[in-house]
């Protein structure tokens, strides 16, 4: 069993009170009262009293091996209410806006490293109309337009709307912008909010999202997200499911897929990495370039953290360092990902940025028979590195189920020596998968038997994840489960920083610390 308390502190009810902890605390008010026995004939018995010191040291150590002692948790949990099934392209939600060429399909991401600018992309149906961007901090009042570009593309016979991205840069930090996209009858506005300034102490608040599809599960966890008041979306791959469809088809569920986000991704940031389903290689209508659809629709600000691709890259938000990795690009010594994440990892500066975040989309590790070692040669190539830097949580999706880790690693492991199943490793991140966004594959139900002793805690079921940093050393996690229509938080912690929260630096004690405790102890017996 793995201790949870280096990592976090529980802080919901799902487990049991442990028998131990019960039986640890006895010992423990068994223990004072002997001390207090002692304390008070210390002076009849000086060898009786110089047993205090190491009786209680023994019986702290002892007591905190229980206590943080916890044993992984596989939810009985059913789901019952909505099947896995698109949504109909005639509902409500898919409803193209009223009016000739109306701007549709709106979201934004990052547009820097830094999070002084956006990107917003919008596409219109019939003609390219205006590239500008109109904003300011008042709705109605712009002060400043930004001009962006347009494009369309073609996929088989599907020929896309135009596809307009503008770069609008030098925001300031913490603060709420209004924009309007259109021009005349046609034009709509939205608004987003800027984060606050790079910074140690900076709080912030992410929704993290992956797998999610355009089935009514997944509005559910649309809904559920925005109500949670999330800052910005890390979506960690798989967006569409456009490609479990064929010919014409698979640009018409990109379109759909882009106006059902637009509720959500029209105002707050989505930072967006790929999967599998991004892929879409279709020989039999010679659509054969991976990515086409996902590249040309959703940019990302790679070039900002000098990446060569717009599937790695990496972004700096409040006090958090985010690096998105691409799980279906080469990856592996002296490529040109490996490469980079090699530089990025050096460029991340904890005395700004303490919280240190990776998104991918295959697991790293997965005790679920779907696509189970399938992220294994990543975990290979970037384990060490994880490890080394301290990440401090790696958030994947490609599984249809939620799972947490304990801090844990098997980097002593290679080919000729060393234990090849997991340890606890305080230097290690905490592994979540999230990838139960709602798609029409459905859920992941077979989980492997016994849970690994690695696993904290797992459920297929759908849902979606919250990350609030709330300082430098602390953030709280939920894991919200879509209960039938119902958000309800059903795994929860307490997440400790890596760098500030175990830097001994910042947290050095005296050297005789625990004798002081212990007299004032004795003097008020």
């Known amino acids: 069993m793995y201790p949870s308390k280096p990592a976090y502190t529980r802080i919901n009810n799902h487990h049991h009170f442990s028998v131990l902890t019960l039986i640890g605390s006895k010992i423990i008010s068994l223990c004072f009262e002997c001390f207090r026995c002692i304390i008070k004939t210390k ?45 109909p392209l005639d509902n409500e939600v898919f409803a193209v806006p009223k009016g000739y060429n109306v ?36 709705e109605g009042k712009y002060d400043f337009t930004a001009d962006g570009t347009v494009q369309n593309y073609t996929f088989y016979n599907y020929k896309s709307g135009y596809i307009h991205q503008c770069l609008v840069d030098g925001l300031q930090y913490s603060t709420k912008y209004h924009y309007e996209i259109g021009s005349g009858d046609s ?25 999610l599809g355009q089935t009514y599960n997944s509005l559910s966890t649309i809904e559920h997200c925005w109500q949670t008041d999330a800052h910005a979306v890390l979506f960690v791959g798989d967006l569409s499911y456009a490609d479990r469809y064929d010919y014409n088809d698979v640009g018409v569920r990109w379109d759909s897929w882009g106006r059902f986000v637009e ?59 985010i690096i998105v990795l691409s799980s279906y690009s080469p990856f592996v010594k002296y490529t040109p990902q490996w490469r980079w994440l090699a530089q990025e990892l050096k460029h991340v500066d904890r005395e700004k940025t303490p919280w240190l975040i990776v998104l991918m989309h295959a697991p790293i590790y997965n005790s679920n028979d779907a696509h189970f070692l399938e992220g294994e040669s990543m975990r290979v190539v970037f384990k060490s590195w994880f490890c080394h830097y301290k990440v401090d949580v790696v958030f994947a999706g490609h599984v249809h189920a939620y799972e947490r880790s304990y801090r844990i690693s098997n980097i002593q492991y290679n080919v000729s020596t060393g234990a090849s199943y997991p340890v606890p490793d305080k230097s290690a991140p905490v592994y979540i998968t999230v990838g139960d966004g709602g798609n029409q ?27 609030e940093i709330r300082n430098k050393t602390h953030a709280l996690y939920h894991w919200n489960r879509n209960d039938d229509g119902k958000r309800v938080t059903t795994d929860s912690f307490v997440l400790h920083n890596q760098y500030w929260g175990n830097n001994h630096r910042r947290r050095k004690l005296k050297k005789n610390h625990l004798h002081p405790v212990i007299s004032k102890m004795a003097y008020s017996q």
């Open 43 to 87: 002076y009849k018995s000086k060898g009786t009293g110089s047993m205090v010191v190491p009786l209680l040291l023994s019986t702290f150590f002892m007591y905190s091996c229980i206590s943080h002692a916890s044993a992984g948790v596989t939810s009985a949990f059913v789901r019952n209410e909505w099947p896995s099934v698109d949504i």
């Open 441 to 467: 594959e459905g859920l992941a139900l077979r989980f492997r038997e016994p849970q690994p002793d690695y696993s904290a805690f797992r459920e297929a079921s759908y849902g979606h994840s919250t990350l």
């Open 187 to 211: 034009s709509r506005r939205f608004w987003f909010q800027t984060p606050p300034e790079i910074d140690p102490d900076a709080s912030y608040k992410f929704g993290i999202i992956g797998d």
């Open 103 to 138: 701007p549709q399909q709106v979201h934004i991401t990052q547009g820097d490293y830094d999070g002084k600018a956006v990107i917003i992309s919008w596409v219109t149906a019939d003609e390219p109309g205006s590239n500008t961007v109109q904003y300011g901090l008042s």
């Open 263 to 321: 509720r959500s991704a029209a105002y707050r940031p989505w930072i967006w990495s790929a999967g599998n389903h991004e892929i879409e290689y279709f020989p039999h209508l010679r659509e054969v370039t991976p990515f086409r659809n996902y590249v040309h629709r959703y940019p990302t600000p790679y070039v900002a953290s000098e990446s060569s691709s717009p599937l790695w890259y990496a972004v700096r938000r409040a006090s958090a360092h």
